[in-house]
């Protein structure tokens, strides 16, 4: 089954707010940010359990902060950048800004 | 008790996100951006429980995104756009900005 992902028509602020409210989940935006390259979850240093790794990233995808492609077993992640910049300008850039998290 | 309040230097922008990520609680900043003046909490129009009011609120003075004074028995409350736009340069804005929530 393919994996949901919103249309940019139905992008929601407060639902891509929610998503980005979350120190974790930040810290996979930053690094999609840094490295445009689509990523593997598993790549990620991040000490939390495999299952909340996985709910992270479903949460971003819900909301339209990333892609998951499905590639073999592993789901690839990139950042929807352009479709976050056109549908909240200047949002994403304020966002990864702040060394402060 | 004096409410609570963070400081400038205790502001965390997962939290403030978080008390931006709900539309109710986007639409009483963006009132309070569009006028200035401290408002108390009944002069909104949100089509809310009086409870649920007083939770939204709270959720934004905690996450530093407002003001709140008490005022006899009213609580007046105000952006605190300064801190926020110098801790997070342009997140207001670019939340602010949309129409579409």
């Not at 996985?54 to 902060?65: I, K, N, W």
């Not at 352009?82 to 910049?85: N, V």
């Given at each position: 089954m393919a994996l949901y992902h919103p249309t940019p028509e139905d992008l929601e602020l407060a639902a891509v707010l929610?998503?980005?409210s979350d120190?974790?989940?930040l810290r996979i935006v930053r690094e999609l940010s840094a490295d445009p390259a689509p990523?593997?979850?598993?790549?990620?240093d991040l000490e939390i359990a495999k299952s909340t790794?996985?709910?992270?990233?479903?949460?971003?995808?819900?909301?339209?902060?990333?892609?998951?492609?499905e590639v073999g077993t592993s789901r690839l992640n990139k950042l929807r950048r352009?479709?976050?910049?056109e549908s909240f300008p200047g949002l994403l850039e304020a966002v990864l800004a702040p060394a402060r998290v």
């Open positions: 929610h998503a980005l120190p974790q989940r990523r593997a979850c598993g790549s990620f790794c996985t709910h992270h990233f479903r949460v971003l995808r819900e909301a339209g902060v990333i892609e998951q492609q352009e479709e976050l910049d």
